[in-house]
Structure formats: C-alpha cells, structure tokens
C-alpha cells in the first residue's frame, strides 16, 4: 500500500490522525476532494438523513467593542452605520421567523456593552416563553463564566463563538492586542462545561493563515469536540487594516468542509452566508461537500445592509418570508429537504438551569 493509499484508507474510515492532514491539505486536487465528498455526504446521510437544518440568524447590534483586523463592524471603522434593536424589535423578528417555520433564531451581535446581562436573560426568555419549541442560540461574543451560565439558565440552549485560529501567532495576527486566544479558549470550556451547545470554527484563507495553522485548528476542534462547526471563508472589507488581502476561496472552504465531516460526523456543519457570497452556489456546495445547516439572515431589512463584516455580503436586500422560500428551493434542487425540528446536537440533553436569571 502506498503512503497515499493508507492516508485515504484512514481518512475514509475518520481515523487519519489530524497532524496527518496536512499533505492531505496540500497536496488536494479535484479528484481527491469529489473523493472525500462523497465520503462526506455518506457520512452526513447516516447521521441525519437528507434533512438540512435551517437557523434564522437576527443580527441585532453592529456596535462592537472590539478590533478585530478583518471584521467589517469593528471598533475603528467609523464609516459603520451602527445600529441597535429593541427587545421589542428582536421578540417581533423572532416571532417572524417562527410563523415562517424556523425552530431556531440565533442572535448575533458585535461585542456590545450597551446590553446587559438582564437585558440578554429578558430576551432569551421572551423568546422563550412565546415560541418554546424554538431553540436560541448566542453568539454574542467573549462573556464571564457567570455571565454565560444566566443567559443558560435563562433558556439560551446553544452557543456560537469561533476560536478564530488555535494558532497563537496567527490569533495576534488577525486580533487586537488585548484579545487573548486564551481567553477564547477560556470561554469554550466555559460554555462546554455549562451544557451549552458549542460552536466554534475558524476562517479559511485569513491573511497569514498556513497549512499548519490549520492543522493546529483541527487538533484543537478535535479536543474540544464542538457539536457545531462554522467555518467560512475568509472576505476582505474595504474599512479594515485587511483590505488589501485576497479573499479565501470557495474550494479550501469546501476541502475543509469534507474534512471536518470525516472527523466529525455528528457536528452540525453550517454552509455559511460567506460562501454563499463567494459563490451563488456557494451554500448548495457547501450542503454537498457535508454540511449540513443553513443560516439565513431575518434582521429586518432596514439593518441587514448595515451588518456588513465584509465586502459583497449576500441575503441584504430580500425579506425573511422569502429566504425561507429561497432555502427551500435551493435546497430541493440537491435533493435535500428543510427540517422543521429543532435539530439538536444528536444525543444533546439540557443539564437542568438553576430558577430564573
Ligand atoms: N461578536 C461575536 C463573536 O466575535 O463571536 C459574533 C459576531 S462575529 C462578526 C461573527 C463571525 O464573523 C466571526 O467569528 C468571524 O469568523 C466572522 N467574520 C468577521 N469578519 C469576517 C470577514 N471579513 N470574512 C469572513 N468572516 C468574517
Ligand atoms: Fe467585533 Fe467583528 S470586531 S464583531
């Protein structure tokens, strides 16, 4: 058998260890990579079926705190037209999305100080209280270990913070000075250990980012064991110190994708927003490369042109009745069909919350 062979062979079976990869990473071509997903999607298929899972996304505050060298919303950018939302006005969007079907709204936002932790608890456990079949999930950024367990017992079930990178070097690359990967890593273990959901992932392409990098990412993803995994390719925004790198690309994405499916065969694995923007078919390859969730945008109209991370952002201008509509079709077209569960981590159980917020 040759090194290729064996490498294959152990893959295939989800057992190449992830130093292993990175011939694997360097070495790809089409072939190799319509190989793995197929692989993939077997994989997929014999966890979930055909069924993908659908998150509305409602990014509800583009101010953020932090400075992060490739983020459209950062700190420093005084061109962003900022903007928060009410409570009132994220219960009303999440109302909409549940009337259109949707069994989980996850709430992003920049790193922002104006919502307090009250704040975040009142929200969650409105959105509670009026859809209680329908998860939420976070992704709010870098909190206490205090604050993260009364989001948890007020109901938030699920948590999306991407580690970035696992590479120290490459982290104080892309982030300001004060931001430690440590303090990232702190916050997953934190979130783990609560009984959260976890989602972390990284961005494919970042400027500096090397095959090694990536490798230190999938060893990390392999300690952690996250039961979500977003990973998307990394754009340049005009306002950012990165303008000037190219974007990352739609077909390491997709490797990556095929990858993390083998090693993760239960993760749920969003085809993100950013694919979709390289690609008009970005999402629809991503699902056939094994992911297997789609996150469209429901923030109202008014604000959706203002959450701008990168340059091109897709899904600005349509309402959220028709994203609903579009996924389905998108999705029907590749023989896929929208699941109208919560989907859940397979196995998941909330540990039980402590009374109140
Ligand atoms: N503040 C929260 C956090 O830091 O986790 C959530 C919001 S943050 C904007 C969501 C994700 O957007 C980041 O984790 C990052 O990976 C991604 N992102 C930001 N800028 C990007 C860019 N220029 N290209 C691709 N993805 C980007
Ligand atoms: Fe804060 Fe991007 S720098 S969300």
Known sequence: MTERERIRELYGKGQLPPEEYAPL???????????????????????????????????????????????????????????????????????????????TVVLQSGEDPAYSDEEICGIVRDIRREFPEMAVTLSIGEKSRESYQRYYDAGADRYLLRHETASFSLYKRLKPANQLLENRIRCLLDLKSIGYQVGAGMMLGAPYQQTDDLVQDLLFLRQLQPEMIGIGPFIPHKDTPFRDFPAGTVELTLFMLGVLRLMFPEALIPATTALGTLD?????????????????????????GKYLLYDGKICTGEDAAMCSACMERRMAAIGRTISRSRGDAPGWEKKDRAAGC
């Open 280 to 304: 008009p078919k970005g999402r629809e390859k991503g699902i056939l490369a094994g992911a297997n969730v789609i996150m469209p945008n429901v923030s109202p109209v008014e604000n959706r």
């Open 25 to 103: 990473i360097d070495e790809r071509n089409p072939e190799e990579a319509e190989y793995l997903f197929s692989l993939a999607r077997e994989r997929c298929h014999a966890v979930f079926g055909d069924e993908v899972y659908l998150r509305a996304i409602i990014e509800f505050s583009n101010y953020c705190a932090s400075d992060c060298n490739y983020c459209g919303i950062r700190r420093s950018n005084g061109k962003a037209e900022r903007y928060r939302m009410s409570r009132e006005a994220i219960l009303t969007c999440a109302g909409r999305a549940h009337s259109f079907g949707f069994r």
